[in-house]
C-alpha cells in the first residue's frame, strides 16, 4: 500500500539540488592561475551557495546532494550546518571524492576557474536518492542546470520535480549554464559562460515546463531560449513554460516577467542594481537567489524579491569568495533600512562589521577558560626552581591534560576553554586545536608598554593560524597616558584589529590599566576610548570591577556593539576570595561570560612540580581541582552564602 504523505508538516522552505564542491580562490587578486602561490578554501557549488545563502536570510534550507567519504566532504558538511542548513540528506559517497574547483580572480570580469568534477560525488546522484517524505516536507525545490547534463542526474531531477509537484511545492530552476560541465569546452576552460549549443538548448528546453520560477542571465536565458537576441529567447521559453522569469543583467539589476514578454526587458518589473566596486563577479548569481528566494517564499511581492536579490548580489562581488561572502539577514534588512545614505555598501564601517559579527558559527553563553599563555612569569619560576626552561613546554602539556579531563564533566562540556602560548606551548595549542574547545593565543610581548607584537609582524603570522584562535592582545592602558603613549599603543591595537578583520580570526582585547588609583573610572573610560577610535574587540578582559563600573560598560557595548561576543574576568593571580567577590559583583552584567584565570589555578602546584616536589600525576590532579574549584565559585557568584558553601 502506498504510504500517504498529505500530512507531512512542511518544516523546510527549500530544499537545493545540485553542485556541491570545494572552492580553492586564489589568495593574489590580479594574478594569473600559473602564479597562485596560495589558495582559501570555501564551500562551493550553485546549490550549495543558495542553500548557504538562503540560510544565512532566515530561510529553512536543506541540501540534497552527494560528497565523498573524506575530509572535504565533511568540511562541506560542517560549513552547511555552521549556517543552519538541514545536511539530513547529503548522501556520504565511499567510491567518489568531493568536487573540487580551483579558481582565481585576474579581474572584474576575468576569473580563470578548473572544475574537477571527473566522476565526483555531487555527479552520482541517483533517482534511488530522492525520497518522498523528505521533498513533501519541503515548501520549495531548488535546483540546478548542471544536474541536467547528465543521464543519471538527471533522472534524479526529474524524480524530485515529480514528487516535488504532487506535494505542492514550488519548483525553481537556476539556469546555471557552464558550458564545460555540458562538455563543450576543454577540460580547463571552466571561464567560459556562454557557447551556443542546440543540444543544450533542446535539454533544456525539455523540461522547463516543470518550473514555477526560472532565474538566469542574459546569457542562460539565451541557451535555454535558443536565440541570443534576449527577448526572443524569453519569447521562446514562454513558449515552454508559465513560470516567473526573472533575467539578471549586472550592474543594470534584474528584470522580472511574470506572463507576457514584452518588446524590450525595461518593459518587465526593473529594479536597478546596487553601485559597489566590483572585486569579482564570481558568486554573484548564487547570492542574488538568495536574496530574491528570501522574498519568494515568504510571499512578498516581486519588487521586494528584486531588492534583496540586487542588495545580496552587489554585496557578494566586491567580497573574496562566494558562500562567505553571502550576506545575513539583518545585515540586508539594514542596508535597505539606509539604502538612500549608503551610496557604497561595499565601502560602509558598519555594513561591514554587521556582516563580521553576524555570520558568526558559534554562539558562547558562558565561558570557563584557563588561562596558562604565560611566558615571562612562567620563567621567573623555572628560573627560581634553577631548572631547564625546556620543562615549561612539559608543564603547559600537563596543564591541558588537566583542562581536558575537567571538561569531560558534563555540567563543563561546550562551556570550557584555554589561552595558551606558541612560544611554550606551541604542542599543547596543535593537540587541543579542532576539538571544538575555545582557544585564544597571545601576540603582545609580554610586559611591553607600549605595546609591541611577539613573533613579527602580526598580519603575516595570522596566516599560519588555525582560525578558531581567537587573537588575543593585551595591553597596559590608561586613558589619562601622554599622548605619544597612548596613540602609540592605540595606533598597535588598531594594527591588529584591523588584521583580524582581514583574516577573519576574532580578537580580545585584554585591559590592564597601569596606575590604575590616579583616573577616574579607567576602565569604563578605556573602553569607551577604544571603541572611540573605531575599534571592536570582538572580546574583553577585564579585571574584576564595581557593579557600578559593570553597568557603565554594559551601557557602553549596549550603544557601541551590541554584537560583542562578550567579556570575561582576568584574575591577575588574585586569591580565590577576591575573585568571587569580582564575580557576585559582576553577576547583573549582561556582557560578563565568564572568567578566565590561570595563575590562581596553576602557580602553586606549577612551582612545586619544577622544584620536583610533586609528580605529574599530582600536579594533573591539582590544578584539576583548583580548575573544577574555580568553575563552582563562578556558579555560585549570585549566591550571597559564604565562600566554601557547598
Known amino acids: 500500500m502506498k504510504k500517504s504523505f498529505l500530512k507531512i508538516k512542511k518544516k523546510l522552505d527549500l530544499i537545493c539540488l545540485g553542485r556541491l564542491a570545494v572552492d580553492l580562490y586564489g589568495e593574489q587578486i590580479g594574478s594569473r592561475l600559473e602564479d597562485m602561490s596560495s589558495f582559501a578554501k570555501y564551500l562551493g557549488g550553485s546549490s550549495a551557495n543558495v542553500a548557504y545563502g538562503t540560510a544565512r536570510q532566515g530561510l529553512k534550507s536543506s541540501m540534497l546532494a552527494r560528497v565523498g567519504d573524506e575530509h572535504m566532504g565533511r568540511f562541506l558538511k560542517e560549513e552547511l550546518s555552521k549556517a543552519g542548513v538541514d ?12 568536487a573540487l574547483v580551483i579558481l582565481g580572480i585576474k579581474d572584474q570580469e576575468t576569473f580563470p576557474l578548473i572544475f574537477y568534477r571527473d566522476n565526483c560525488a555531487d555527479m552520482a546522484l541517483t533517482k534511488e536518492d530522492i525520497k518522498e517524505e523528505y521533498i513533501a516536507s519541503s515548501k520549495a525545490l531548488a535546483i540546478t542546470g548542471t544536474h541536467l547534463s547528465h543521464k543519471k542526474t538527471r533522472e ?10 504532487n506535494h505542492g511545492l514550488k519548483r525553481i530552476l537556476d539556469i546555471d549554464y557552464r558550458p564545460v560541465l555540458w562538455g563543450l569546452t576543454n577540460l580547463g576552460d571552466g571561464e567560459t559562460r556562454f557557447i551556443e549549443s542546440e543540444k543544450v538548448t ?22 535555454a531560449g535558443g536565440s541570443i537576441n534576449t527577448i526572443k529567447a524569453l519569447h521562446n521559453i514562454r513558449q515552454y513554460s508559465n513560470a516567473i522569469l526573472v533575467c539578471k543583467r549586472g550592474s543594470l539589476g534584474c528584470s522580472v516577467f511574470e506572463n507576457t514578454i514584452p518588446e524590450n526587458l525595461d518593459q518587465g518589473i ?8 566590483v572585486l569579482n563577479v564570481l558568486g554573484a548569481g548564487d547570492a542574488f537567489m538568495s536574496g530574491f528566494l528570501r522574498g519568494y517564499l515568504n510571499g512578498e511581492n516581486l519588487k521586494k524579491c528584486c531588492q534583496y536579490a540586487n542588495a545580496c548580489g552587489a554585496l557578494v562581488v566586491s567580497r573574496h569568495g562566494c558562500a562567505p561572502a ?22 560602509d564601517d558598519h555594513l561591514n562589521h554587521l ?22 612569569q612562567l620563567v621567573e619560576m623555572a628560573i627560581q626552581a634553577n631548572t631547564s626552561l625546556k620543562k615549561i613546554e612539559q608543564l603547559k602539556e600537563h596543564i591541558l591534560k ?23 606551548g606551541q604542542s599543547a595549542l596543535n593537540e587541543i586545536t579542532g576539538q571544538g574547545f575555545w582557544i585564544a593565543r597571545p601576540i603582545e610581548q609580554p610586559g611591553s608598554r607600549p605595546l609591541r607584537i611577539e613573533h613579527g609582524n602580526i598580519g603575516s603570522q595570522l596566516v599560519n593560524w588555525p582560525i578558531e584562535q581567537v587573537v588575543k592582545c593585551l595591553v597596559f592602558y590608561n586613558p589619562d597616558d601622554n599622548n605619544t603613549l597612548r596613540i602609540d599603543q592605540e595606533d598597535q591595537v588598531k594594527e591588529v584589529y584591523n588584521a583580524c578583520l582581514k583574516s577573519g580570526h576574532e580578537m580580545l582585547l585584554e585591559l590592564i590599566v597601569s596606575d590604575e588609583e590616579k583616573s577616574i573610572n579607567p576602565y569604563v573610560r578605556s573602553i569607551q576610548r577604544i571603541y572611540n577610535i573605531g575599534i571592536k574587540p570582538d572580546w574583553w578582559k577585564i579585571p574584576p570591577l564595581s557593579k557600578s563600573e559593570w553597568n557603565a560598560i554594559d551601557a557602553i557595548i549596549d550603544n557601541r556593539d551590541p554584537h560583542c561576543r562578550g567579556i570575561v574576568i582576568l584574575g591577575l593571580g588574585a586569591n580565590k576570595e577576591k575573585l568571587f567577590s569580582g564575580f557576585k559583583k559582576a553577576s547583573s552584567s549582561k556582557y560578563v561570560k565568564g572568567f578566565a584565570v590561570g595563575r590562581t589555578i ?3 602546584p606549577s612551582k612545586m612540580w619544577l622544584e620536583n616536589q610533586i609528580d605529574d600525576n599530582t600536579l594533573i590532579k591539582k590544578v584539576k581541582e583548583n580548575y573544577i574549584e574555580m568553575i563552582r565559585l563562578w556558579n555560585n557568584r549570585k549566591n550571597d552564602n559564604l565562600l566554601n558553601n557547598e
Not at 545536511?87 to 568531493?98: A, E, F, V, Y
Not at 526593473?270 to 566596486?277: L, Y
Open 326 to 347: 553571502m550576506p545575513t539577514l539583518e545585515e540586508i534588512d539594514y542596508y535597505l533600512s539606509k539604502e538612500k545614505e549608503i551610496i557604497r555598501p561595499d565601502l
Open 202 to 223: 533542446a535539454d533544456l528546453q525539455e523540461v522547463l515546463h516543470h518550473f514555477d520560477l526560472i532565474v538566469g542571465t542574459e546569457e542562460e536565458f539565451h541557451i
Open 270 to 277: 526593473t529594479i536597478k542594481g546596487v553601485k559597489v566596486e
Open 355 to 376: 556582516h563580521r559579527v553576524t555570520s558568526r558559527e558559534r554562539d558562547w553563553k558562558e565561558l570557563f577558560l584557563l588561562a596558562f599563555d604565560h611566558r615571562s
Open 87 to 98: 545536511t539530513s540528506n547529503i548522501i556520504t559517497d565511499k567510491d567518489r571524492l568531493t
Open 402 to 424: 588537566s583542562f581536558i579531563e575537567s571538561s569531560e564533566e558534563p555540567s563543563i562540556k561546550n562551556k570550557s576553554g584555554v589561552f595558551i602560548d606558541q612560544t611554550y
Open 156 to 165: 534524479a531531477v526529474l524524480t524530485a520535480l515529480q514528487m516535488a509537484k
Open 602 to 604: 596553576f602557580s602553586e
